[in-house]
């Protein structure tokens, strides 16, 4: 299974969670938004299967002026 994150293709042996995901690729599990295929996906959804090619999109909050 191959999906895009932040433009990096990326190639799993199983359909990751937006959790599992976030944890795997080492990224925070607080201050972050996380979209998929466009859309916005609230943490309290990130129990969601991440579909086969989707595009996913990965910001981090900062702070600065």
């Known amino acids: 299974m191959s999906f895009t994150v932040n ?3 990326h190639e ?3 359909q ?3 959790d ?5 690729l ?3 599990d607080r201050g972050i938004a996380v979209a998929v295929d466009g859309a916005v996906v609230p943490r309290g959804r990130w ?3 991440v579909p ?9 909050a900062v702070q600065g002026g």
């Open 26 to 28: 080492g990224l925070p």
């Open 12 to 14: 799993w042996g199983a």
């Open 20 to 24: 599992t995901l976030v944890r795997r």
């Open 7 to 9: 433009g990096e293709l």
């Open 47 to 49: 129990g969601r299967v």
């Open 52 to 60: 086969a090619d989707a595009v996913v999109e990965v910001v981090t």
């Open 16 to 18: 990751p969670t937006v």
